[in-house]
Nanobody, 116 residues
Framework: VQLQASGGGLVQAGGSLRLSCAAS????????MGWFRQAPGKDRAFVAT????????SYADGVKGRFTISRDNAKNMVYLQMNNLNPEDTAVYYC??????????WGQGTLVTVSS
């Protein structure tokens, strides 16, 4: 599976962005998909995940109620809708895919910058 994230950019605090992750491979629908982020000077951190059928999602505490992960298996796409952004959300965002416990595949990242 190859992953390519897009949709990042500069937004003011309180604004919204939608990130997209395009996946290659005919078995995309089998993978659990996730979003992670890495802020300047910090380790990469979990943001959200969605199971292969989309029936189960989970979120990091800091984004619950503001971010929504979704997927379209017919289009091999995963999305992260981000609302009410704040400067602490500034980071490079990565999409990832896994079949088991380990995140096997990573996209190249897309930069989100939130200005105050």
């Amino acid at each position: 599976v190859q992953l390519q994230a897009s949709g990042g950019g500069l937004v003011q605090a309180g604004g919204s962005l939608r990130l997209s992750c395009a996946a290659s491979g005919r078995t995309f629908s089998r993978y659990t998909m996730g979003w992670f982020r890495q802020a300047p000077g910090k380790d990469r951190a979990f943001v959200a995940t969605i199971t292969w059928g989309g029936g189960s999602t989970s979120y990091a505490d800091g984004v619950k109620g503001r971010f929504t992960i979704s997927r379209d298996n017919a289009k091999n796409m995963v999305y992260l809708q981000m609302n009410n952004l704040n400067p602490e959300d500034t980071a490079v965002y990565y999409c990832a895919a896994k079949l088991g416990a380990i995140w096997d595949y990573w996209g190249q990242g897309t930069l989100v910058t939130v200005s105050s």
